[in-house]
């Protein structure tokens, strides 16, 4: 009486056979069929156990000896983190070329349209040949300057456009970066998705959301269909306007 | 008129700083987060504040709450620039007491709407 390994219809077979020993009262036989019914179902239910702890352990053993999951630990997500630091160091440094430029030239613009003014005015007065002699002298020094100083300015200004030009240079290299990242994450979240297959905890409750979400997060990105962020400053105002601003 | 600005990002402010500049106010000063600038709006006289709200250190929400609670500072107008556009978060600057809400990015028309209109309420008021 040692059924070490027993299938189910061997034990379907058994079992009817039980019944018809009880049926029959041979207690004996009913006993020993009972025993080998109960061991064999134990043992069906260890080989079941059995079968599955093996699964889930070269699963994981898998996913261990994978070395491109350990090289994405190792290397590509620490090397995706310094290339998008350099994403921020040149797109700042663009930022203060770009913001250093036009702080220069802006008030050189203002100057130009300032004196422009003056002398537009002077001039029509000129024209209308209100100006004395002396006055026509000071006029004719302030459009010599006047012309000086724009020679001057406008090719400090040209300078400082080119400099804004140069300033976008960034776009470019962050561009390919950040796809190389966006590669990256998509690997990554793969590889995620395989490991929860595996696990099987395909059902996970989701969270719930709480009943007023006001922590910052940063820019929502356009066009990901989100309710609970507006879309542009108009959709600010109609907010704020029906909360009676 | 005495402005402080008040964002982490130093672009940023020095963007807003430029465009107020070209709306006539030339008196501005710049603070990184709201524990800088509390301090400041509270020994500087300052006429308005704009503040952005994720920052490091004090949030300009709790920025501004601190602000409404001060007695001194209670009636300062406040207008967010910032990149926080759940409604709740509008909401809740709302409730807090802020005066003009833009959502980065924004641009210089915005910026002087919003500015003009807390102006126009404040004197009808």
């Known amino acids: 009486m040692e059924p070490v390994k027993a299938s189910e219809e061997e034990v379907l077979a058994r079992a009817e056979e039980l019944i018809k020993e009880m049926q029959k009262g041979n207690e004996q036989t009913v006993a020993q069929l009972l025993d080998y019914v109960h061991t064999a179902r134990e043992n069906l239910l260890f080989q079941e156990v059995g079968k599955m702890t093996r699964q889930l352990h070269n699963a994981l053993e898998s996913f261990r000896q994978d070395s491109r999951i350990e090289s994405l630990a190792e290397h590509d997500i620490p090397d995706a983190r310094q290339r998008l630091s350099y994403v921020i160091e040149m797109t700042q440094k663009s930022a203060d070329r770009t913001l250093n430029a036009v702080e220069e030239t802006m008030p050189m613009a203002e100057k130009i349209a300032e004196q422009a003014g003056k002398l537009s005015k002077t001039w029509k007065r000129f024209r209308n040949r209100e100006l004395s002699v002396e006055q026509f002298r000071d006029l004719s020094a302030s459009i010599e300057t006047f012309l000086t100083d724009i020679e001057r300015d406008s090719s400090v200004m040209k300078t400082n456009l080119n400099d804004v030009l140069m300033a976008q240079d960034f776009q470019d290299l962050t561009g390919q970066i950040i796809t190389r990242v966006i590669t990256l994450v998509e690997e990554v979240e793969g590889n995620l998705v395989e490991l929860v297959r595996l696990t099987g905890d395909r059902f996970v409750k989701p969270i719930e959301a709480p009943e007023m979400d006001t922590a910052p997060e940063g820019p929502a990105v356009p066009g990901t269909g989100r309710s609970d962020v507006v879309a542009d400053q108009d959709e600010v105002d109609d907010l704020l306007s029906s909360l009676g601003f | ?125």
């Open chain 2, 1 to 125: 008129m005495k402005i402080l600005i008040v964002d982490d990002f130093s672009t940023m402010r020095r963007i807003i700083k430029n465009l107020l500049r070209d709306l006539g106010f030339g008196n501005t000063h710049e603070a990184d987060d709201g524990a800088t600038a509390l301090p400041m709006l509270k020994s500087g006289d300052f006429d308005f504040l704009v503040t952005d709200w994720n920052m490091p250190g004090m949030q300009g929400i709790d920025l501004l709450k601190a602000v409404r609670a001060d007695a001194k500072l209670s009636s300062l107008p406040v207008l967010m620039v910032t990149a926080e556009s759940k409604r709740d978060q509008i909401v809740e600057a709302a409730q807090a007491g802020v005066n003009g809400y833009i959502v980065k990015p924004f641009t210089a028309q915005t910026l002087k709407e919003k500015i003009d209109k807390i102006w126009e309420r404040i004197e009808a008021a």
